[in-house]
């Protein structure tokens, strides 16, 4: 075979290869279009107005906007811009109307009624009522779709029985009571079980077969009554949003919403860029080593937002070497100050327990002072054997955590105990964790206004119980904070589990790190961020100048 | 002297020679030759500590005390670069030595006896390539726990198709060259053909790529701390240094914190390289010294 | 030849087979399952995540699951991600072209200044342009990819607003291939820097070799072009271990990108790989196996097809 005969076929294989690349690329861009609800003619015409965009950059990808589906904050910024909630939650623990003008609590606790707004409507235009509420309450709690947040309608009387024995009605077009299991707290129910609760169209939805609810096609271009009209997606790296001029709290003043997947190390760059107008907030914060060099540039607004989420060291009680006494000293050895001075350059408070020491059920009581020379003492009166080598498991993907298991491992080093960092990602990590099979391990949580966030984990029965409690004491005590309703009451119960947490140490509460969040001068009335904590924000405040 | 020694003899002289008008391969091996000396005496002679805190300066620039700086969590640059160069170096050539032992033997009886043998080291090599090898890295690293020996292995095993594929290719061109035929004419064994025939005519692309993969290993490694699955700290090695330059402020203003380690890393990867380079021209007996 | 072909498909299938089983148990060995993660929310339960895992068929052993997944690669379903609840060849087929584009390109790049320069580099030895070449082939070689991205975003996107740092488009504009292109460069770039040094190398290398053998003294002293002797006698002899370098990158064309596709947000198979993994999203992790070793032995076919082309000393029977 010649030298052309051998080009010609090297020439064709190239072909071949680039006509199949760009036929992906059409196929990518076909898709679009339909899924598009803009006309098609807008990718040739140049707009003669300026569309005005909002970009939002998070730092890792969504995985489902089937919101009773998900469990990823990354999905739930996608899903709290399509749908509507009934209350916007705040982060010092008191909320704003949403879907629901107002919320009341019967005088026992056990009825809950929320009163709907009469203008909110679906971007098809049908008008969004009580059957909504209800429908998506069907859903999420129906064993037939067995979502994965199912469990947050636990709260309801007739929950798991059947699918239609959730006792959720609606007495007219705008009202929907809820029965509850037992009394409860408002505030309980609204800030943990709500929070998830995004409300699904009745009239297209409810035709179908609940188990057949997750193949419809509706879920390619889903229809909401939030504040953004979903338009189109590049999976794992943007979606696009259309504004919804019709919603009721606010016109938007912006007419597109994009939500772009960047990875931590280019956020800055491309906030400094333009490419990136804000951050998400509780998804996606600067890193320490940029925040500096982000304070300095004239186009960025920068703030250090206190966060209700914090890291702990869970501590495997079921180890009999790890007794309580050895416990304590553990949580007296480690230096707290230097990680919040030190690691987080301040941005950051001291975590002594689960509840944040400006939330007004704050026990000062629990502060446990860093003593190492007192724990060296104790360690040595309770016999701790100095060859013991205890594994510390730590998951990857959070650099200040892996350190701060660095400046733990040094502190116990100092006062006589050995301690060795195992590295694994974190569904490895996980795994470890919940089986039992680690001394100490480092786990981080989102947090809540409500004292009770961290009580479930104390749970003995309760996949999350790491610390592999056999004893239901704190659980219960937390527990009955959930269930009495005035605030010494609740404040009396949650004392006392914050001192049976400090008395037993199932967990050494770390830090809660600030939020290092950012946006551009392009974008005013960007407020109030710690709020983004909660799943949901007021991107109908935001303008773009 | 016998003929054979003599012959023998001169053969190898040969090869010092033509190595040694390599100059840049020369320097190389100085280079690297010094480099593993520092790395494995100076820890000992200064007494370097890359692992406990300095809490009194995270982040700190380089000092009398710190000669480059302290990391996040003050713990000593210089160490971490240190101790990083062991761990480096170690992952780097001892992956490429098992490649290099399994790749070699399998794609020289491939080429060489073809049939059915060729068959199935070829669809082996296939099955290695196609592998996604992040699998086995996290498989590996979550049963034997992540450490720099389970980072080797990884490496290691996951590179010899490489080495089998271009030896394999090689060994098809040179046994159909005249001298082989000639050899097995006059009745040379098979295994002598393959040692003093095949194989040293069809070894230069296979130490060029050596010299790549030992380069190659080192790179996957800093890639691998990248997607946090490399060698972890606290253990240093140049990866992990290089993972803290993730961040634009770091690249402009906290140069010490990762242009030592990029440094010595590109610099030990080109001595390497040139080392390879010499190596492969030594033994080159075409070439005039 | 096409005797050949047939067979060679033939002794694929088990090669496949092979190759998936691999994985698939290898997988399972992972600590953790999908629903670990799945169920990482305050309010799970443990009934909750049984139920989940029977209805993905989860908690059946591990050879059952395996069949039943071959079952359905046979009939062509590749099955539902765990993660997305999307079928996973939707998720596929909208994440290769994104790194076809990238890598495809790269490779092209990479060959288009590698070969001329390492023929150039073995025809003049120690010359300026070897260094040169040299110099260039070593630092792209030592360089780790996203170090290299870094420092490219840091200069070319931060310093001089040239290129966007990440993402396949601008938000503000509609869609355009000339924005994906303009968005584009930067990977490209930085997976090229990997690639071009090695091939230099190797080109430099099998040159060398080749313009020591005898037919090529015949060439010139024949009176040939310089330009012939180099191009159509030398290299085409050289080029055997220049294709299985080549044939070598052909795993990474369709999944090596993973770093690079990180860094730049580009939405590409190498970046769903690392998630499907991080998630033990096993059908998209299989999806993908499948996807790679189908990619590996085709191409890897092709190539060696090509040695036949290249050297007609080789037969195949």
Request: with cysteine; glycine share 8%.
């Amino acid at each position: 075979m010649g030298i052309v005969q051998k080009k010609t076929v090297l020439i064709c294989l190239l072909i071949l290869a680039l006509s199949f690349v760009s036929a992906q690329g059409n196929k990518e861009s076909g898709a679009q279009a339909t899924t598009a609800t803009s006309a098609p003619t807008t990718a040739q015409v140049t707009p003669n107005q300026k569309e005005k965009t909002i970009t939002l950059a998070m730092v890792s990808t969504w995985d489902s906007i089937i919101p009773f589906d998900t469990t990823s904050s990354y999905s739930d910024v996608c899903c709290d811009l399509i749908y509507d909630k009934l209350v916007y939650l705040k982060a010092d623990g008191t909320y704003l109307p949403r879907l629901a003008e107002s919320v009341e609590m019967n005088t026992d606790s056990t009825v809950m009624t929320f009163h709907l707004r009469k203008d909110s409507k679906w971007s098809d235009g049908e008008p969004v009522t009580a059957k909504d509420v209800v429908f998506t309450a069907k859903v999420y709690a129906a064993p037939s779709v067995n979502a994965l947040r199912k469990n947050n309608l636990g709260v309801f009387a007739g929950f798991g029985k059947g699918d239609d024995t959730l006792e959720v009605s609606a007495p007219d077009n705008y009202t929907v009571v809820f029965k509850l299991a037992e009394p409860t707290n408002k505030d309980y129910v609204l800030f943990n079980k709500s929070r998830d609760f995004y409300i699904l169209p009745e009239h297209i939805l409810g035709k179908l077969p609940l188990d057949k609810i997750r193949e419809s096609d509706y879920w390619k271009s889903p229809i909401g009554s939030g504040p953004c009209i979903y338009q189109s997606q590049i999976s794992g790296e943007r979606m696009e949003f259309k504004a919804n001029k019709d919603y009721y709290l606010k016109k938007p003043q912006w007419d597109k919403f994009v939500v772009r997947v960047v990875p931590t190390s280019n956020l800055l760059a491309g906030l400094m860029n333009g490419e990136i107008d804000t951050l998400a907030g509780n998804v996606a914060s600067l890193q320490l080593a940029d925040w500096t060099m982000a304070k300095k540039q004239s186009n960025l607004v920068c703030q250090s937002v206190p966060s209700l989420g914090y890291q702990y060291m869970a501590i495997n009680t079921s180890k009999p070497y790890l007794t309580p006494a050895i416990r304590r000293i553990i949580n007296m050895s480690i230096d707290r100050k230097l990680m919040v001075d030190g690691l987080l350059q301040g941005e950051g408070v001291i975590a002594y327990g689960p509840v944040a020491p400006n939330n007004i059920y704050y026990d000062k009581e629990i502060e446990e002072p860093f003593n190492p020379e007192k724990a060296k003492e104790l360690l040595k009166q309770a016999g701790w054997d100095p060859n013991k080598v205890l594994v510390m498991s730590v998951p990857t993907g959070n650099t200040v955590r892996e350190q701060a298991a660095v400046i733990i491992q040094q502190n116990l080093a100092t006062i006589g105990i050995k301690a060795n960092i195992e590295t694994a990602d974190f569904a490895t990590h996980l795994n470890r964790v919940r089986k039992g099979d680690y001394d100490l391990g480092f786990i981080g949580s989102s947090g809540s206004p409500d004292p009770s966030e961290c009580v479930i984990n104390f749970c003995p029965t309760h996949l999350n119980n790491f610390s592999q409690l056999k004893d239901w004491t704190i659980y219960n005590t937390g527990d009955k904070g959930g269930h009495v309703f005035a605030f010494e009451d609740r404040k009396k119960c949650y004392d006392e589990y914050q001192r049976l947490l400090r008395e037993y140490v199932p967990f050494a509460f770390l830090y809660y790190a600030n939020s290092l969040f950012a946006h551009s001068t392009r974008v005013d009335g960007i407020s109030d961020v710690q709020d983004y904590s909660q799943l949901n924000r007021d991107v109908w405040n935001w303008v773009v100048k | 002297m016998t003929k054979k020694q003599a012959i023998k003899g001169s053969y190898f002289q040969d090869v010092k020679q033509r190595f040694l008008h390599h100059k840049l391969a020369v320097f190389a091996l100085a280079f690297l030759t010094m480099e593993v000396i520092l790395v494995v005496f100076l820890p000992r002679l200064m007494h370097l500590d890359p692992y406990s805190l300095d809490v009194m300066a995270f982040g700190a620039a380089p000092s009398a005390k710190h000669l480059l700086g302290t990391d996040d969590v003050g713990r000593d640059m210089f160490s971490r670069l240190v101790f990083g160069g062991r761990i480096s170096l170690t992952v780097g050539i001892c992956s490429a030595i098992i490649s290099l032992m399994v790749g070699v033997p399998l794609g020289l009886l491939a080429g060489y006896y073809r049939g059915p043998f060729e068959m199935i080291v070829m669809r082996l090599s296939d099955i290695f390539m196609s592998f996604p090898s992040m699998i086995l890295i996290l498989v590996l690293a979550s049963v034997l726990g992540q450490s720099v020996a389970t980072i080797t292995v990884v490496i290691g095993v996951l590179g010899w198709p490489e080495f089998a594929r271009l030896i394999y290719a090689s060994t098809l061109s040179v046994r159909e060259k005249d001298y082989v035929e000639s050899a097995k004419a006059i009745g040379t064994r098979n295994g002598t053909v393959l040692l003093r025939y095949i194989l040293p005519n069809a070894s230069a692309p296979v130490i060029i790529a050596f010299t790549f993969r030992t380069a190659q290993a080192i790179i996957t490694e800093s890639s691998l701390s990248f997607l946090g699955l490399g060698v972890q700290p606290p253990v240093a090695s140049w990866g992990n240094i290089l993972y803290y330059a993730q961040s634009i402020s770091v690249l402009s203003n906290k140069v010490w914190m990762w242009l030592p380690a990029g440094m010595l890393l590109i610099f030990t990867v080109l001595c390497i390289n040139f080392l390879g380079d010499g190596v492969r021209d030594a033994l080159d007996t075409k070439m005039s010294i | 030849m096409g005797k050949y072909i047939v067979r060679r498909i033939a002794i694929s299938i088990p090669t496949f087979l092979g190759i998936t089983i691999l994985v698939y148990f290898l997988s399972s060995l992972a600590p953790g399952s999908p629903l670990e993660l799945l169920f990482n929310d305050a309010n799970a339960t443990g009934e909750v995540m049984k139920a989940q895992e029977a209805r993905l068929g989860l908690d059946q052993p591990v050879y059952v699951q395996y069949l039943r997944w071959l079952g359905q690669l046979l009939k062509g379903n590749l099955g539902t991600s765990y993660r997305t609840g999307l079928p996973v060849w939707d998720s596929i087929a909208e994440r290769i072209g994104p790194t076809l584009l990238i890598t495809m390109s790269s490779l092209l790049l990479s060959i288009i200044i590698a070969i001329p320069l390492g023929v150039v580099s073995a025809y003049k030895p120690y010359s300026g342009w070897d260094y040169f070449s040299s110099g260039l082939s070593f630092i792209g070689a030592a360089t780790p990819n996203f170090f290299a991205g870094l420092v490219l975003v840091f200069l070319f996107s931060v310093k001089v607003k040239f290129f966007p740092s990440s993402g396949m488009y601008d938000t503000n504009i509609p869609h355009s291939f000339g924005n994906m292109f303009h968005h584009m460069i930067l990977p490209t770039i930085v997976l090229s820097i990997q690639q071009v040094g090695g091939l230099i190398r190797q080109t430099r290398g099998s040159m060398l070799e080749v313009l020591q053998d005898d037919y090529v003294r015949t060439a010139r002293a024949k009176g040939c072009l310089e330009k012939r002797v180099l191009f159509r006698h030398a290299l085409r002899n050289a080029l055997a271990p220049i294709v299985t370098m080549i044939g070598n990158m052909i795993p990474f064309l369709v999944g090596g990108a993973v770093v690079t596709e990180q860094l730049f947000s580009w939405p590409g198979l190498g970046s769903l790989m690392v998630l499907s993994i991080n998630s033990r999203d096993y059908p998209v992790i299989m999806g993908i196996t499948v996807f790679i070793s189908m990619a590996v032995l085709v191409g890897n076919l092709i190539i060696d097809l090509l040695y036949g082309l290249l050297n007609p000393r080789i037969r195949y029977s």
